[in-house]
């Protein structure tokens, strides 16, 4: 508007940049309220009746016509500016029960479980959202510490229903279930009454005791990575391949479980295939492996936070897929769980 107003009075009245005053009140309905709004365009209606006077235009039409565009503009913006802050309040409405709804599906895990040591990491492929077909859980008992990551077929508000009724069925016979297979089994007989279809569910179950070592049972699901205290990295593989979860009910084997040695100073990480399958510019999946040498920050944290902002730089343009990361580390010193 301050442009304008110095460039008719420089070049006078016969340019015509007078009507140009109107875009003030548009760009503010673009960014402000409705009220700043109003007060933009009182200030330029102001201004084009002053210019209108000093270059004599209320002789004619022009000084009217520029008017009435200003206040048409000025109109048209408050009622954008008001529609606009009633779909940010919804927005905002929308995003609270969002954030509701992740800290019930998703809680946070445990910081530390006797011995253990964990954190995780969650990005969400859906612009803005904060859940997705991800899942993952932590649930502590006096004997043990029960873990499952898993990966739900699709996206969208279908795949984290799905998330729903996997974490629920897990939260449960996780407390009830004597070992792995049978909770393997409690979670495949849950989704067998929800899901329709060939929908299914890849999942990694895992189970940490006062012995050092872990036992998996894997659902058609990436091999953990186990990084020993050494260095060393270790992706260790079922013994036998089996379906997700949701397929396991058309008469095949389940799968079966296997142990690995997890002893203080070891990290056990568990992840999606959204880590794994991430491209760069030249369509290289991400090497998680050569990237182990990033979780050797001792805090959990900063070192999965470091993991993840490594993977955000190999990735070109938006992540394609969720990506969850569960850091699990068995710290040095005696291997109790509380």
Same mark, same amino acid.
């Given at each position: ?5 110095? +460039? ?54 022009? /000084? ?5 565009? *200003? ?66 859980? *932590? ?23 799905? %998330? ?37 569910? +890849? ?23 186990? *990084? ?17 979860? /949701?397929?396991?009910?058309?008469? +095949?084997?389940? &799968?079966? &479980? ?13 992840? +999606? ?13 991400? &090497? ?14 900063? %070192? ?14 938006? &992540?394609?897929?969720? %990506? ?15």
């Amino acid at each position: 508007m301050a442009v304008v107003a110095v +460039t008719d009075i420089i070049a006078g009245p016969d340019v015509g940049f007078l009507p140009l005053v109107s875009l003030g009140p548009a760009f503010a309905s673009l960014v402000g309220g409705w009220r700043h709004t109003a007060l933009i365009g009182v200030v330029a209606l102001v201004l084009t009746v002053a210019l209108g006077l000093y270059d004599g235009l209320f002789e004619g039409r022009r /000084g009217l016509t520029a008017c009435v565009s *200003v206040a048409g503009v000025t109109g048209v913006g408050l009622a954008a500016a008001v529609i606009r802050e009633r779909r940010e309040a919804e927005l905002a409405s929308v995003r609270s029960i969002a954030e509701a709804a992740q800290r019930v599906l998703l809680r946070p895990v445990p910081l530390t479980v006797g011995s253990l040591q964990m954190a995780v990491s969650y990005t969400s492929a859906i612009a803005e959202a904060r859940i997705g077909g991800d899942l993952y859980e *932590v649930v502590a008992s006096p004997d043990s510490v029960r873990v499952i990551i898993g990966d739900v077929q699709g996206k969208g508000l279908a795949a984290v229903e799905t %998330a729903a009724v996997v974490l629920g069925a897990f939260r449960e016979a996780a407390h009830d279930e004597p070992d792995l297979v049978k909770l393997g089994e409690r979670l495949e007989r849950s989704l067998s009454r929800e899901l329709e279809g060939e929908k299914f569910v +890849t999942a990694v179950l895992a189970e940490i005791g006062t012995e050092e070592e872990v036992s998996f049972l894997n659902f058609g699901h990436p091999e953990p990575m186990v *990084v020993r205290a050494d260095g060393t990295v270790d992706f260790p593989e079922p013994p036998s391949y089996a379906l997700p979860l /949701g397929l396991g009910m058309h008469g +095949t084997d389940g &799968p079966r &479980p296997y142990r690995v040695g997890f002893v203080p100073g070891d990290q056990l990480l568990l992840y +999606t295939d959204g880590v794994t399958e991430a491209r760069d510019a030249n369509d290289a999946f991400y &090497p998680l492996a050569d990237r182990a040498c990033l979780l050797n920050d001792p805090d959990a944290h900063h %070192a999965l936070e470091a993991l993840r902002e490594d993977l955000s730089e190999h990735a070109v343009g938006p &992540p394609h897929d969720d %990506a969850a990361m569960l850091l699990v580390r068995r710290r040095r010193g005696r291997p109790t769980v509380s």
